[in-house]
């Protein structure tokens, strides 16, 4: 089986460009130039072979395929959001495990109202 190698910002951009109807508000979204939303936008087409956006009236609509590699994006993007969060936290000391050590009595009574 042949693998296409498609780049995941590239589809990260799609979904960006589907979600917004066009490259100008999904560069806006994204905080970079129109210019590189168009490039990004060419390279995976072209690394696909096949159009995955189409012009209707003012808004761009995905094609079939835009739209499944979009959901695709979408997700990729909510999972490395999702990653820099868990960086962000743990750098933070705001997550991980942290051993309590306590008697029976104090564990059963202080403890869980310590924790709330």
């Known amino acids: 089986m ?3 190698p498609l780049n995941v910002n590239h589809l990260v ?3 960006a460009v589907v979600e917004h109807g066009g490259y100008t508000r999904a ?3 994204m905080g970079v130039s129109q210019p590189s939303i168009s490039q990004q936008m060419r ?3 072209r690394t696909c072979g096949l159009p995955l956006v189409r012009q209707r009236g003012r808004r761009l609509e995905a094609t079939h395929l835009g739209t499944e590699l979009a959901a695709l994006g979408r997700r990729i ?3 490395a959001e999702r990653g820099a969060r868990l960086v962000a936290e743990h750098a933070a000391g705001l997550a991980g495990k942290v051993p309590v050590g306590a008697s029976m009595t ?4 202080y403890v869980p109202r ?3």
């Open 106 to 109: 104090t564990a059963a009574y």
């Open 13 to 15: 951009v799609l979904a």
């Open 2 to 4: 042949a693998t296409l």
């Open 77 to 79: 993007g909510l999972d």
């Open 114 to 116: 310590a924790l709330v």
């Open 27 to 29: 560069a806006e979204a």
């Open 43 to 45: 390279d995976l087409e």
